[in-house]
């Protein structure tokens, strides 16, 4: 009998309490399983409340999910389903496996709405979505687009949003403007793997400073874990000192190591950061993410439809 199922379009994210009521349980996810001690759960509970509460990234990435369905109903009708999955927190990972499989889904197309690749981010999302294809024992072809910080649309993208962002500075200062890209810290250990991570995010944003030809750019990792493990540096915090010493005064944030506002947004860069910003007497402001917008939706139809 011939498979006249769609193919599965499986969108990737991290996940996010919806209630603080959620944060702890939340937080045991992130951890493997491994109970946080009162103090980290008070910590994360007080960064959960500073946004609101909860962060949009489930509604986000649902709103993501609906207009690319959309889109290729339109385009392709009938050939794709579209569905996602968080890491660690609902839908997760297995549930939507499952529920790929009740809709006889055998052929996917996975994409971490992620851009830059590390066996630890990343590699996390491949390892949950084939072992539960495993543990329902239903074989799946899955193709994994592991990393699309090359595609040229990201990078205009991003590079969209910087020119944006300076113009919220004054116009004669535009040109003095320090733009700071950023992204997710990961343990130092991946070094010893050889992991392209810092590669790519450096390798990216030079590529987006050269499009734009900026005069002053820089790239720093942020929201770095509690492991008690070293992680790649410098952050953030230490490097906007760095930057006060030098006398630079207005700084644009480009977090392009995240797609959507979420609490490492919300709460690391437009609290923490800014507060830290103003008392070093720098004007802080960062460019707007993709989120759910149009174009991000586009660059989602062409990673798609180059897997075709």
């Known amino acids: 009998m011939t498979n006249t199922a769609p193919t599965g379009v499986l969108l990737l994210a991290y996940g996010t309490p919806n209630m603080i009521d959620e944060v702890e349980e939340y937080y045991i996810n992130v951890r493997g399983g491994r109970l946080p001690t009162a103090e980290q759960v008070a910590n994360l509970v007080g960064r959960y409340t500073a946004v609101g509460g909860h962060t949009?990234?489930?509604?986000?990435?649902?709103?993501?999910?609906?207009?690319?369905?959309?889109?290729?109903?339109?385009?392709?009708?009938?050939?794709?389903q579209v569905f996602f999955g968080m890491k660690y927190w609902h839908p997760l990972i297995p549930e939507v496996v499952h529920a790929m499989q009740s809709n006889g889904i055998t052929n996917v197309i996975a994409i971490p709405l992620a851009p830059h690749y590390s066996k630890i981010s990343i590699g996390g999302y491949v390892k949950q979505v084939d072992r539960a294809i495993e543990d329902l024992g239903t074989p799946m072809d899955v193709r994994y687009i592991e990393s699309w910080q090359g595609q040229p649309k990201f990078r205009q993208m991003i590079a969209a949003r910087i020119r944006a962002g300076l113009e919220q500075f004054p116009a004669?200062?535009?040109?003095?403007?320090?733009?700071?890209?950023?992204?997710?810290?990961?343990?130092?250990?991946?070094?010893?793997?050889g992991d392209p991570y810092p590669q790519e995010l450096q390798e990216s944003a030079a590529a987006i400073a050269a499009m734009l030809d900026l005069p002053h750019w820089g790239f720093t990792y942020q929201s770095q874990g509690e492991t008690g493990d070293p992680w790649l540096g410098p952050d953030i915090l230490h490097t906007l000192d760095e930057l006060a010493q030098s006398g630079v005064q207005h700084v644009l944030s480009v977090p392009f190591g995240f797609i959507a506002d979420h609490l490492e947004i919300l709460y690391d860069l437009d609290?923490?950061?800014?507060?830290?910003?103003?008392?070093?007497?720098?004007?802080?402001?960062?460019?707007?993410?993709?989120?759910?917008d149009d174009d991000f939706i586009d660059l989602l139809i062409t990673i798609v439809e180059e897997q075709l």
């Open 56 to 80: 949009p990234l489930t509604e986000l990435t649902l709103n993501v999910a609906d207009k690319l369905q959309a889109r290729l109903s339109s385009e392709r009708p009938g050939q794709f």
């Open 172 to 193: 004669d200062v535009r040109d003095h403007v320090h733009v700071l890209f950023s992204a997710h810290s990961l343990p130092e250990r991946i070094l010893q793997w």
């Open 271 to 292: 609290i923490e950061c800014k507060h830290k910003a103003q008392e070093l007497g720098i004007d802080f402001k960062r460019i707007r993410l993709l989120n759910a």
